[in-house]
């Protein structure tokens, strides 16, 4: 079974708006971390957000958001104000234990157009 | 402050022949890792090296050998290179649980 699940393989958002990207995990370990991930076409992988399973509060970091839902197992990443730099494949990844050597468990992707 | 560096940036190999991808990182972290991403898979992890010392087989090792050389440096070798390993190889370095750093990758073309 897949660890992580990617349901949208693309997505179509206009400039200016909102979008949220799905992620769904797999895991019987209280405690796990998700990331998200960039991916330009230039090819390079851009951390974005960090989330742990512990966190009391949902993970921002300025137009990035995780609405993490711990109970439907699932850490979508919400992006505000779309931006056409923001056309990229988007990775959700898991780390269980959330120790510092554990390695991260990949989605499939989500490749995110931004159109103006 | 180079963060995390592979080389070569791309390189392509004939059926057979050998060839060791180079990573290292300067921001003093313990775990490093190295990654296969090939079309429609995302990424999946090859070998990785907890500390300094030790390293464990990933999803996906066969073919592959890994070395790490010092904490900064960790070294992926393909002996025998096969067509089915033509793929882009990122090589990543952790030092807390809230972080992985990505290399730029190397893309691998073997015909």
């Known amino acids: 079974a897949q660890k992580i699940t990617q349901t949208q393989p693309g997505m179509f958002v206009q400039e200016k708006e909102a979008v949220t990207l799905d992620c769904t995990y797999d895991t019987s370990d209280p405690s796990y971390g998700l990331f998200w991930y960039k991916q330009p076409s230039s090819g390079e992988m851009i951390f974005l957000i960090y989330?742990?399973?512990?966190?009391?509060q949902n993970a921002t970091e300025g137009r990035y958001s995780l609405n993490f839902q711990k109970a439907r197992k699932s850490a979508n990443l919400v992006i505000s104000a779309s931006q056409l730099g923001d056309s990229a494949m988007y990775f959700c990844a898991m780390r269980e234990p959330p120790s510092g050597n554990t390695p991260l468990v990949f989605g499939k992707g989500t490749r995110l157009s931004v159109i103006a | 402050n180079a963060g995390v560096t592979q080389t070569p940036k791309f390189q392509v190999l004939k059926t057979g022949q050998s060839m060791t991808l180079q990573c290292a990182q300067d921001?003093?972290?313990?775990?490093m890792y190295w990654y296969r991403q090939d079309p429609g898979m995302g990424l999946r992890l090859i070998y990785y090296s907890a500390s300094e010392g030790t390293t464990d087989k990933g999803e996906v090792p066969n073919g592959y050998n890994v070395s790490r050389l010092n904490k900064r440096e960790f070294s992926l070798r393909l002996e025998s290179a096969a067509p089915s390993q033509t793929s882009v190889y990122f090589c990543a370095s952790s030092g807390t649980p809230r972080e992985q750093y990505f290399g730029p990758g190397t893309r691998l073309t073997v015909t």
């Open positions: 921001m003093n972290h313990n775990s």
């Open positions: 989330q742990g399973s512990y966190d009391q």
